[in-house]
Nanobody, 127 residues
Framework: QVPLVESGGGLVQAGGSLRLSCAAS????????MGWFRQVPGKEREFVSA????????GYRDSVKGRCTISRDNAKNTVYLQMNSLQAEDTAVYYC????????????????????WGQGTQVTVSS
């Protein structure tokens, strides 16, 4: 198991920003590719962003491109999701996910790709 703890969620007005953090209690954090997903009630969990083990490759869903930036600090065992220009449609519970990867420069965008999940942090954007 890789405990993942998300933080940084909250209530923000449309157009505002939040930075989500996901801390992993894992000394070999650099072995893991990381991702962010989100889910609203009644809908499937969906991909938001992902980052490779080394941090040199990232991916985003189309609706957040240009507004969100994923990054990681392997020395701090933490991955971040900076979200700007937030919209009401971004309201969801955001989940951090991790998977062991033998590939240093690959990211993963499917739910089934990930082995470990955090408990989620609520992001609410008021319009």
């Amino acid at each position: 198991q890789v405990p993942l703890v998300e933080s940084g969620g909250g209530l923000v007005q449309a157009g505002g920003s939040l930075r989500l953090s996901c801390a992993a209690s894992e000394r070999t954090f650099s072995r893991y590719a990381m991702g962010w997903f989100r889910q609203v009630p009644g809908k499937e969990r969906e991909f938001v962003s992902a980052i490779s083990r080394s941090g040199d490759r990232t991916g985003y869903r189309d609706s957040v491109k240009g507004r969100c930036t994923i990054s990681r600090d392997n020395a701090k065992n933490t991955v971040y999701l900076q979200m700007n220009s937030l919209q009401a449609e971004d309201t969801a519970v955001y989940y951090c996910a991790a998977r062991v990867s033998s590939l240093t420069s690959s990211y993963f965008s499917k739910l089934a790709d990930y082995q470990y999940w955090g408990q989620g942090t609520q992001v609410t954007v008021s319009s």
